[in-house]
């Protein structure tokens, strides 16, 4: 016969705390609001009215979607502007990770990957000293920032960055943020978001 459950004290109080849900619940509809305004926000910067997006990319509406379970702690997204289809990928993703941190990221695949990387590779001073994390795992959708999946961006070369690219098919830069300031998390945001679009900007190719 198998041992009966038991709960050790710290499950004891979860299992019946009134507080952390309704907390919870309440933080995430926090969160919702803040990631509408920053979407708002973002739309009304000149960068992005001039910008040329890639076709079919939705750069009015966007979404947020929430899910339970990344690598164990709940989470909310924000895909805005997002282009996603089976060839390419653009998107910046503003993302909250509870216990961890907000993260914006840049995430281009397939024919976006190949045809920004020239610019990339011309302009990133414009996106340097922001402590910005460079993917290098397989998985574009990989967002824990370690030490097995990322490095700094500033401290690879040109040509690793180029391989990186070749062999995974996607780019991806994020920075992140520790922070319960609303104004804050939007500075940085906005910051990152306007300096990404300069540097893409620099792409010139008439097909894409």
């Known amino acids: 016969m198998l041992p009966l459950i038991q709960f050790d004290d710290k499950e004891s ?6 507080e952390i849900f309704p ?9 919702y609001v803040l990631f509408e305004q920053i979407k708002t ?3 009304d910067t000149e960068q992005h009215k001039q910008f040329t997006f ?3 990319t939705d750069n009015t509406t966007g979404k947020i979607s929430q899910g339970e379970n990344y690598l164990s702690f709940p989470w909310v997204i924000l895909d805005f502007p997002k282009l996603f289809n089976k060839q390419e990928i653009f998107a910046f993703r503003t993302l909250f990770w509870y216990g ?16 920004y990387l020239s610019a990339i590779l011309k302009n990133r001073n414009l996106i ?7 993917s290098t795992h397989e998985d574009p ?3 824990g920032i370690t030490e097995e999946n990322s490095l700094l961006f500033d401290e690879i070369g040109d040509d690793y960055l180029e391989k990186q690219v070749q062999e995974h098919g996607y780019f991806k830069i994020t920075g992140r ?3 319960t300031d609303g104004e804050e998390i939007y500075r940085k945001v906005e910051d990152l978001y306007i300096s990404i679009l300069k540097t893409l900007s620099g792409s010139t190719n008439p097909d894409h």
């Open 141 to 143: 959708w990989q967002h």
């Open 128 to 134: 340097s000293g922001r402590s910005l994390y460079f």
């Open 54 to 56: 890639p076709s079919g």
């Open 177 to 179: 943020i520790l922070s």
């Open 23 to 31: 907390l919870k619940r309440q933080v995430t509809q926090k969160i």
């Open 100 to 115: 961890h941190y907000f993260s914006f990221s840049l995430v281009l695949g397939g024919r976006s990957a190949e045809f």
């Open 41 to 43: 926000r973002l739309k």
């Open 13 to 18: 109080d979860l299992l019946y705390n009134t």
